[in-house]
């Protein structure tokens, strides 16, 4: 596709309950980011991977957070037993290159939008 | 405490009017600074990325000025349009990690 895509768009779940978020970066591109923004602030990083490899995951909040990307492209945010504090969008965004280098840009996706109630 | 702050939070013009918005950073060791445009329920677009050795850069009606001695940086809007109306905001890239630490943004309306 032309861009970063995020499923599903908007998500409602229910307190305790286990949500996957699919991120699809742009095709050939390295590295891929996952940031969590609150309602009126900025993105704050999750975790960032090169390929497969999940080389930064500092950002998770906790061990009920959760992700992978088996095969270098498609990546999948897990949440598990959600809580309210957990409402948020959830953005991915891509680099083509090693994401960390200083002029690298990445391209952002929509974001899904997860409300726990 | 925050890292990046800007402001105003939010700011209202009139269309064809300018505009500036502050970013003050405190974010070490410095890599460099950029700034994103975000729609509301889009994900955010970069708009400029400076270095500390550059001082201003330009992309269209947007202009970014950095100061890294003083930790500041300004993104001016000129003669603003309708489509102007997002939430700005700025980023610093911490080092050698590339980690991007954000802002709260800046939410500009532009009327008509």
């Known amino acids: 596709g032309a861009g970063v895509s995020q499923s599903p768009r908007y998500k409602v779940a229910k307190r305790g309950q286990d949500v996957a978020l699919r991120c699809d970066p742009i095709s050939g591109h390295v590295s891929l980011f996952w940031y969590q923004q609150a309602l009126g602030q900025g993105p704050e990083f999750l975790t960032y991977?090169?390929?497969?490899?999940?080389?930064?995951k500092s950002g998770l909040p906790s061990d009920r957070f959760f992700a992978e990307r088996p095969e270098g492209s498609v990546s999948t945010l897990k949440i598990q037993r959600t809580q309210q504090e957990d409402s948020a969008v959830y953005l991915c965004a891509s680099s083509l290159d090693k994401g960390r280098r200083p002029r690298e840009t990445q391209y952002f996706g929509p974001g899904t939008r997860l409300l726990v109630l | 405490k925050n890292q990046v702050e800007q402001s105003p939070q939010s700011l209202i013009i009139l269309e064809g009017k300018n505009c500036t918005l502050q970013c003050n950073y405190t974010v070490s060791p410095f890599s460099n600074l950029r700034w994103y445009k975000q729609d509301t329920g889009r994900g955010p677009v970069s708009l400029t990325i400076m270095t500390f050795s550059e001082n201003t850069k330009s992309n269209g009606r947007y202009t970014a000025t950095l100061d890294a001695d003083t930790k500041q940086s300004s993104l001016h809007i000129t003669a603003s349009q309708l489509s102007d109306s997002a939430s700005y905001i700025c980023v610093v890239s911490r080092g050698n990690t590339g980690k991007l630490i954000f802002g709260q943004g800046t939410t500009l309306q532009v009327k008509p």
């Open positions: 991977f090169q390929n497969e490899a999940q080389l930064d």
